[in-house]
């Protein structure tokens, strides 16, 4: 059966079986809290929250699991770090393809705290250009944050490269798109702030992920509430995880992605086929692809604009023809789509997933061949 699903990139489709297994055991079987009283359901409620951060510890590449932090979703991540940072004045650099995610919360303290935001030197399809970013940076800089993988292009961002030419100033790295696709090493990376979902590329639910925090001094959370420790304290612990965890966790969300950690989902398909993808359809002479200049730079996702028709009436082509499913329009990113060229109308977008196979890739490719009229 053909995989015609190519919106991984918003959420992934489909899900392991263990996904969905790990939160019927939850919600059947466990039931119990995370962290609060001792008897067996709390325990191994706990303890199925604690084994994901342990793995995600892994998966990040960082040896302080205490220092993994769950929230909903990366967004949350993101502006838990960016509102509790003491940006009052300070300048901060961004890379040229950051999602609304970073932006609007950028804005918002651009008007209360007055920081000024800079975008890096880049080149055409978005990719840093770090033999200039130094001279951007200024006395006041106190912040870098740098999208790993566009979910626009899929171009992926030298960040190891970018930590070592900016040094001491913090880094705030966006894993939404690239974490369960390509490794991540924030420890060898010396990366400051890293923010993550569960449900893309980690193949987990919705409303899972969280972030790693180096030094939990430097943010003051978000939320605050009960933690079910230091409750004698109207104060919040200020250890991590404790501190930026209030409230009671998606449990039942942490299980399922407790499945999908447990059991990965090996690539079905060739990266030689994928480039081949790409490669074919940039040869078609009525669409631009949008992706890396350099092979090597390209993640799992790319999109296209069609010379002659509008990008929602190809996602509707594509669908109503051949069932395939895409995203179309600006992406929550309208800075990526400004660097690239494509603002205000937007491309439509592909993502790929684990399960798709080579012949998924052929079907795909044959039906963007066909689209030439409408």
Not at 138 to 166: A, E, F, M, W, Y
Not at 262 to 276: A, V
Not at 309 to 325: N, R, V
């Amino acid at each position: 059966m053909k995989n015609t699903y190519f919106d991984n990139a918003a959420t992934s489709f489909p899900k392991p079986p263990a996904v969905a297994e790990m939160i019927t055991t939850y919600l059947n079987a466990v039931g119990g809290t995370y962290g609060r009283s001792a008897y067996q359901r709390v325990i191994d409620a706990s303890s199925g929250v604690e084994t994901v951060r342990d793995l995600m510890a892994e998966k990040l590449q960082v040896e302080h699991v205490e220092h993994v932090i769950f929230s909903f979703n990366a967004t949350t991540a993101i502006n838990t770090i960016l509102s509790g940072l003491n940006l009052n004045n300070s300048h901060i650099l961004i890379s040229p393809l950051e999602h609304n995610a970073v932006t609007r919360p950028l804005e918002i303290l651009r008007g209360k705290c007055g920081v000024t935001i800079d975008i890096m030197p880049h080149f055409p399809d978005g990719r840093i250009d770090i033999d200039n970013v130094k001279s951007m940076i200024r006395d006041t800089t106190k912040l870098v944050i740098v999208n790993h993988q566009s979910n626009v292009n899929g171009v992926i961002q030298p960040v190891d490269k970018v930590k070592n030419v900016v040094g001491g100033i913090p880094v705030l790295l966006d894993l939404a798109q690239s974490l369960g696709h390509i490794p991540v090493k924030l420890d060898e990376w010396n990366i400051d702030f890293a923010v993550f979902t569960g449900h893309k590329g980690l193949l987990g639910p919705s409303g899972t992920g969280g972030f790693f925090i180096r030094n939990p001094d430097l943010v003051d959370p978000l939320v605050a509430g009960g933690t079910g420790s230091r409750s004698e304290s109207y104060e919040m612990p200020s250890f991590a995880h404790d501190k930026f965890e209030a409230g009671t966790p998606n449990i039942a969300g942490i299980y399922g992605l407790l499945g999908a950690l447990k059991n990965p989902c090996k690539r079905q398909y060739k990266q030689q086929k994928y480039i081949e993808l790409l490669d074919t359809i940039s040869s078609c002479g009525f669409v631009k692809v949008l992706r890396a200049t350099d092979k090597n730079d390209q993640g799992d996702l790319f999109s296209l604009v069609h010379h002659r028709y509008d990008c929602s009436h190809i996602a509707s082509a594509l669908y109503t023809k051949y069932a395939i499913e895409t995203r179309s329009g600006l992406h929550c990113a309208p800075l990526a789509h400004t660097t690239l060229g494509t603002f205000p109308n937007g491309s439509v977008r592909f993502s790929l997933s684990p399960y798709h196979t080579d012949s998924d890739l052929d079907f795909l490719c044959n039906a963007i061949k066909k689209l030439e009229y409408i």
